[in-house]
């Protein structure tokens, strides 16, 4: 199986990994899983720091590949096809970042590491890992 990580369970992973229950830690942990990171999470973090709606030590083009790097994760970058299938969802969610997450799953065929309640409502496959 492959692992689509939500932006704030990454986030979770790096600054509270308490908050993540057991599955979701033993497949962040233990590596022997394909864990990916979309550059749409770079892209939403950099947003938010750029707001002051979040702070990291360094700007993300340091900070998101170091994190990666040490938590043996994939990079996933946003295709043609990964936009396109953003029509065919519902619009359960108004955060562009999480339906473009919902969409690079259903096209990879990933399941996705989430605690966002929205996700639910789509067909995607998730792993529930909020405690």
Sequence with gaps: MKYLLDTGVWLWSMRSPERIGHEGLRILEHGEEEVYLSSVTCWEISIKMRLGKLEFPRPP?????????????????ITHSHAAK???????????????????????????????????KYPAKLLWCEK
Excluded: C, G
């Design 61 to 77: 083009a340091q900070h998101v590949p170091q994190f990666m790097a040490k938590q043996s994760l994939r990079p996933l970058s």
């Design 86 to 120: 953003v029509y065919d969802l519902a619009p359960h969610h108004a955060d562009p970042f999480d339906r473009m997450l919902v969409a690079q799953a259903l096209v990879e065929d990933m399941m996705i590491l989430t605690a966002d309640r929205l996700l639910k």
